[in-house]
């Protein structure tokens, strides 16, 4: 897993938000990133190359509200995650203050492992072999 994911060391915001990453299946994987407060048109998801970045951006809050206590982080952000190649990013969803994107390891035909039919009778190769 580690070598098929990793996060990149030069994030912002030491530790914000928090992420898990999970394995869902042989060659599945998802991210959840807490991002209680934002709304879908506040967040961004893109992939360039092999680098995933989550973008949180606070839209103003022109209201005059007066806090007793103000808990809850509304900072903007951004996350990085280097993807391992061949990793491709299949989907995102936000529910319950959770954005969760869902990754998949697609492997070219020509990379994937395939059997060798073996035959018996004589071999073609050392027949060649002998009239040389």
Same mark, same amino acid.
């Given at each position: 897993?580690?070598?098929?994911?990793?996060?990149?060391?030069?994030?912002?915001?030491?530790?914000?938000?928090?992420?898990?990453?999970?394995?869902?299946?042989?060659?599945?994987?998802?991210?959840?990133?807490?991002?209680?407060?934002?709304?879908?048109?506040?967040?961004?998801?893109?992939?360039?190359?092999?680098?995933?970045? #989550? @973008?949180?951006?606070?839209? /103003?809050?022109?209201?005059?509200?007066?806090? %007793?206590? *103000?808990? !809850?982080? +509304?900072?903007?952000?951004?996350?990085?995650?280097?993807?391992?190649?061949?990793?491709? #990013? @299949?989907?995102?969803?936000? /529910?319950?203050?959770?954005?969760?994107?869902? %990754?998949? *390891?697609? !492997?070219? +035909?020509?990379?994937?492992?395939?059997?060798?039919?073996?035959?018996?009778?004589?071999?073609?190769?050392?027949?060649?072999?002998?009239?040389?």
């Amino acid at each position: 897993m580690a070598s098929l994911l990793e996060t990149a060391a030069a994030d912002s915001g030491a530790g914000y938000p928090p992420y898990n990453i999970e394995r869902t299946d042989e060659n599945a994987y998802r991210i959840d990133v807490a991002v209680a407060g934002f709304r879908p048109d506040e967040l961004h998801v893109e992939v360039k190359e092999n680098l995933l970045t #989550v @973008t949180g951006r606070k839209a /103003a809050n022109d209201e005059t509200r007066r806090f %007793l206590h *103000r808990g !809850l982080a +509304e900072r903007d952000f951004e996350r990085r995650f280097q993807l391992a190649d061949y990793v491709i #990013v @299949t989907d995102a969803n936000l /529910a319950d203050g959770l954005l969760s994107i869902a %990754l998949r *390891r697609e !492997l070219p +035909e020509a990379l994937k492992p395939r059997t060798v039919a073996i035959t018996t009778g004589p071999s073609t190769l050392i027949e060649a072999d002998k009239a040389a």
